[in-house]
Structures are given as C-alpha cells and as structure tokens.
C-alpha cells in the first residue's frame, strides 16, 4: 500500500469517525497525513487492517503500560492533568521514533477487533423485531466476533434515552444510546428473545480469559471515551460468567457447516458489525452467496453494516420469500442510531 493512500484513510478517518467522538485523534490523524515518517511507518501495518486504529491502539497499548514520555499528558485514559493547549502531533511522532520498534511489533502482529460491546443497543430492537416475526428463539451465528461480546446481547440491560430499561434487569452491563431518527417498537422491546444456540466465529479470538488480551482491547478504545472502557470492563465479567461459544477459523468458509449445527427449530440469525470492511469484494459476494444458499433450506436473518454502506441492513429469507431491510445509519462505538423497521 502507498503512503499517499494511507494518507487518505487518516483524512476520512479524522473526518469520518473522530469528528465530535475524539478530538485527539482527529488532531493527530490530520496531521499524520502529512507526515512522511509515520505514514512509512504505517506500511509496517498487516494486511486488511484499518491502519488508523492500529496505530493509534498500538500507541495507547505502550502508553496504558506505562511508557514514559510526555505524549502521556495528551491522554485521557493516561493522566487526570490534561494537556488541552498544546498540539500533541509533535510528541506522538517523537514517542513513535523513540518506541519504532515496539510499535511496529504491534502493527505486524496485532488485529483491530474493537468488538464495541454498545452495538449491542441497535442490535437489541433488531432481534427482537425478529423474534416477534417468527415466534420462535433465536440462534445465533457472529462473524468476526472477536472476543464474543455482541453475542451476549440477551444478557445486557438497555436504555434509549429515557427512564425506560429494556433487557436483562440484572445484567452487568447497561448500555445507553438514543435513536437519532425513526423509533424501534418500544411494546416489542419489553419481551427479550430466547437464544436457543450462540458461536462466534474469528480468525484470532480473543480470550478474556488472558490479561494480555483484555489489555489490547482496552487499548482500541479511544482515550476520551471513559463510558466505552466502563461498559468494555463489565462486559468482561458478563463474558467469564457466561463464555459463549468461540470457534477460531475463517467465518465465511465455516458459515455453511455451523449452519447446519443450528436448531431447525430455532430461527437461524447471522450478523457482523464492522468487519466486512476489512473483507475483500470476493469475500463479501461469497458471503452474501453463501447465506442466499441457507435461505434455501431455512429461515435466515442476515443482519451487517460497514458491507456496501456505513447503513444497518437485515436481508431475510422467510418461508422461501427474499425480504430486504435497511434499517438506517448507526454509530460506530453504538452512541445513536436510526430505526426504520
């Protein structure tokens, strides 16, 4: 990849996803693009990786360890006496040549698997729109699940902007997140689905289990933003408490034969969030034919985003018939979304 290309991503990076979520990162990715010694060191990157968060959660990784340097005053996640007057670029590429050759160990061998455990709350109405559809409990198929959090959605407690919770009244986690356009059916959301069946399908799973990568994950989330590391950390109790089934491998490849281990009873539902877009074209056709084949067979649910569009989509086949949702625009880390059912 040329750095001229790379120099792109971090300006639709700071316009596209840092714009009123993280001014750090807007700052530091604007100017990265213009710099020749980071973007050479961005091509350090693996493959299919959105090289923007790597480097960035590289960077946090060593800072959350303890790495001293002054780019540490910049970071919420890091200090309590923020640095809010100086710009931080000079110092990120200072700790960046100081620390070349840890940061590039961790562009070489670590993945971006933010597994944003508050996509569960536009993922939440979705199932359970689907459950009132077909009156039978859900089983459910992740692809790209990461460390199983979106998995656990039945388990989590939800609010949208009111008083109102919807969910499990003794989860762990509560996540809050409003509806920035349309409304899903609130009657629909006080029955939570039964999950008859759960697997959660990545090439690298995360194991909470291990600290090592807990820490990397809590290195993903963006210094400012405390809720996410508070709902990230409860989450990992929700996960030890009740691990849901992980299976390595290549999600699209499996996708038939775990099919085929899914309750006929049950409605099958298959759904990722923010992985296709490290899919390439082959792998998206291959998927969208793959489950176009089980809707032969069964019922199916195919719920995505980040495939063609930044929208939420929920493609079904019901009783042989092909029905076709999109449901609207969602935040990346869950903080709104639009509900049209």
């Known amino acids: ?48 990786q959105p090289v923007p968060n790597l480097l960035f959660a590289s960077v946090h990784d060593l800072l959350l360890r303890g790495a001293d340097h002054e780019l540490a005053s910049f970071y919420q996640s890091v200090t309590d006496k923020l640095d809010t007057e100086r710009n931080p670029f000079p110092f990120f590429k200072s700790f960046c040549m100081e620390q070349e050759e840890a940061i590039v160990q961790r562009l070489k061998t670590k993945r971006v698997q933010t597994n944003e455990v508050r996509r569960c709350a536009y993922l939440y109405p979705v199932f359970c729109s689907i459950h009132k559809q077909t009156e039978k409990p859900l089983s459910l198929i992740e692809i790209g699940t990461s460390a199983g959090l979106q998995l656990l959605w039945d388990q989590y407690s939800y609010s949208y902007g009111d008083d109102q919770f919807y969910g ?53 989330i963006w210094p400012e933003h405390d809720e996410r590391r508070e709902n990230f950390e409860a989450a990992v109790q929700q996960v030890r408490t009740t691990p849901p089934t992980l299976v390595e491998g290549d999600g699209v490849a499996m996708l038939p034969e775990v099919a085929d281990e899914m309750p006929e009873d049950s409605t099958l539902c298959i759904f990722h969030t923010h992985v296709a877009n490290q899919m390439p074209e082959s792998v998206k056709e291959e998927l969208f034919d793959k489950v176009s084949h089980i809707g032969q067979k069964r019922d ?9 569009d930044r929208m939420l989509h929920v493609d079904a086949s019901v009783t042989g018939r092909f029905m076709a949702k999109t449901i609207g625009e969602t935040d990346g880390h869950g903080r709104w979304f639009d509900f049209e059912w």
Request: hydrophobic fraction near 35%; charge should be neutral.
């Open 1 to 48: 990849m040329k750095t001229q290309r790379i120099a792109e991503r971090f300006v639709d990076f700071a316009r596209k996803e840092c714009e009123g979520s993280s001014d750090l990162y807007k700052q530091l990715s604007l100017q990265i693009a213009e710099d020749a010694y980071v973007l050479q060191l961005c091509m350090k990157s693996g493959e299919g």
């Open 168 to 220: 499990n009244p003794n989860a762990y986690v509560h996540l809050k997140s409003k509806v920035r356009k349309g409304s899903p059916p609130l009657h629909v959301l006080e029955r939570t689905p039964s999950v008859g069946k759960r697997v959660g399908i990545d090439l690298h799973v995360s194991d909470l289990t291990q600290e090592e990568d807990v820490h990397w994950l809590k290195a993903l």
């Open 300 to 308: 199916v649910f195919h719920i995505y985003n980040n495939m063609n």
